[in-house]
Every structure is written in C-alpha cells, then in structure tokens.
C-alpha cells in the first residue's frame, strides 16, 4: 500500500517518460487477470508475502529496454523513481524482489508457457486501438549465435615423467553445454545457435508471434507452424523471401485464401521471367520492414546472442523482446 514517501513523490514535478506513455496506452488489467489465473503465488517458507505477478513482469520488460541483467535491474529498483513508479512499488516498505526472486518468476512464466497468450492480448488492444493494423503478414528468420563455446574441448592431462609410458594418458572429452543449439552456414560464415522464425504486419512491423529451433531448421518447414500462431484472415497477403518458395506453401496460401507474396526463386536450366523479377522487386519493398524488426531485436535489445540455454529459454527471450518492441513502437506511433 502507498504512504507518506509515496505521497510526497506523487505530488513532486517531474519529467514525463517513455514509461509513463506506456502507462497511459496500455491497459493492464487483462494482464493480470492472466498472469494471477496462471500464477498462483504463495507465501515463500519464512511467511514473506509473494510478489504481484502483474509488477514482476514489469520489471521483465525494463530488463529488455535497457538491457540490464537481474542483479542490475535489482539495484535500479531501490534508487530510480521512474522504475519504481512504472512497477508499482511503495518507496516506504522494503519489498524490492532481488535477483533470484525475478528469475524464478521468468521460469515460471516458462512453465506455465503464458508468454504467446501476454503477446496475442497486447496485439488485440493495440489492434482496438488502431495502431496495428493486420492487412497482411511478413514471415522471415533471423539466426542469433549461442553464447556457449560450440566446440569440442579435448583435455590431456599431463603424465609424471617417473609414470611407466606404456600407460595412457587420461582424456576427457568436453562439449557445449547448450546442446539444442546447432550448426548453420551462410555464406562464407558458419553460426552456432538458433533461428528465430517470426512474422510481422506488412503496414507497420509490429511482431505478430514467432518461435525458436535449432539454427540448422530450414525455413520452408516452419512456414505452416508461423501461419497457425499468428492467424492471418483471409484475403491478406503473406510476404516472404524465396527461401520459403514451395509447391507445399503456395497450396496452404491457397487453401486458406490467403493472398501470395512469396518470391519466385530460379530453378536450374530456368531463369525468372520479367514478371516474376517485378513481383520480387516489390516483395522486397515490403519485406524491409521485418528486416528492420530484426535488426532492433539484435542492435537495441541485444538479441544477436542469446542469454539463455535452450530453445525453450531463448524463445521466451524473443516473447518478452517481441512485447518490449512492439510496446515502444506503439508509442512512438501513438505520439506521431
């Protein structure tokens, strides 16, 4: 409950921020009808009250703006107003959740596998607000690199000169411990990791939903399984690369009446005609724009490597990433 510290603050002036925009957009109250229906928090074993689900996602999200760790956004919370006014904490009690408490909550969130429902409930109240509008859908991947060693680590140990040499030597044999991830080469260079597989609004951009596998995935497999978590109406158009051009994708689009916006790829011994070079070209005008999501993800979100072990881990990063992404560009819309 608020008291006195919180009464002075209230009443101080101070400079409106980005959090408090999201505030003023945003309704939370079906996110935490969600997160309390999901969560079910209890007391902890010393009889300390458990924290509101709806402040400790908060604070995942202020983790992803400004890329800080959960020992740091721990300390941010003691001292900065803007944090503590945007969770909804009380400056006069000392009930800040340090480190383990956030990660514990994010595992949960994990558990419960909450995050794709949070994501589809802050589309629709941006889609009522007219701020996304779905006239279309752009699929793309995306690899983020592992932030373990990929390579097998072989260890001899060394042997006493007085030791009989006949003996050998003791070998241990080390891997990566992130053992979901998987090889990918692109180009001239080779990736260990993840691949991202994720669609936009062809208007503005806003991430619309996605998943994470292995980096060796190919693209054309998840076409399908992209199409089902976003559910595009019909009559849109759907744009993609020609690394999902397929007899198999083009008949789904058909079957859902769903325009085609595929680019055309050349086969051996048959080159692309005029027409379909024309309908590359203006694929590709559009298809910028979940190049550009990606490339905030990776450059302000930092998303170019993963902090997590697992496609189960890094998928809930790129969840909280997509809701922390299309939450600042709703503002940033919203204030045009």
Excluded at 62 to 70: F, I, V
Excluded at 118 to 147: C, M, P, Y
Excluded at 161 to 168: F, K, N, S, T
Aim: hydrophobic share 40%; net charge positive.
């Amino acid at each position: 409950k608020p008291g006195i510290a919180d009464y002075v603050v209230s009443h101080r002036r101070h400079k409106e921020c980005f959090l408090d925009e999201i505030d003023r957009l945003i309704d939370w109250k079906p996110f935490e009808k969600l997160l309390r229906k999901k969560l079910s928090r209890v007391v902890n074993a010393v009889g300390n009250p458990a924290y509101a689900p709806l402040p400790m996602f908060k604070i995942l999200l202020l983790q992803r703006w400004y890329n800080l760790s959960d020992a740091a956004v721990e300390e941010c919370l003691y001292d900065r107003l803007s944090f503590v006014r945007f969770v909804g904490l009380s400056l006069d009690h000392d009930e800040v959740p340090d480190s383990s408490t956030i990660c514990r909550f994010r595992q949960s969130l994990l558990e419960k596998n909450v995050l794709k429902r949070l994501l589809d409930k802050l589309n629709h109240q941006l889609q009522r607000r007219g701020l996304l509008v779905r006239e279309g859908a752009i699929v793309d991947a995306s690899v983020i690199t592992s932030s373990r060693r990929p390579l097998k680590v072989i260890d001899i140990l060394p042997e006493d000169r007085e030791e009989d040499d006949d003996e050998a030597s003791d070998v241990t044999i080390s891997y990566s411990d992130d053992a979901d991830a998987a090889w990918l080469r692109k180009g001239n260079r080779a990736y260990y990791g993840y691949k991202v597989h994720a669609a936009t609004d062809s208007r503005d951009g806003f991430l619309l939903g996605g998943h994470v596998t292995p980096a060796n995935r190919s693209d054309t497999q998840e076409f399908v399984d992209i199409l089902d978590e976003i559910g595009p109406m019909p009559g849109g158009r759907i744009y993609a690369d020609k690394g999902y051009s397929s007899q198999l994708n083009r008949h789904v689009l058909q079957a859902r009446r769903l325009a085609d916006g595929i680019m055309h790829k050349a086969a051996r011994n048959r080159a692309l005609n005029p027409a379909e070079k024309a309908a590359n070209r203006q694929v590709s005008s559009v298809r910028s724009k979940v190049e550009r999501a990606f490339g905030t993800l990776k450059r302000s979100y930092g998303f170019f490597r993963t902090r997590y072990l697992g496609v189960a881990k890094v998928e809930l990063e790129f969840l909280l990433n997509a809701m922390a992404f299309n939450l600042k560009k709703a503002v940033l819309k919203a204030g045009c």
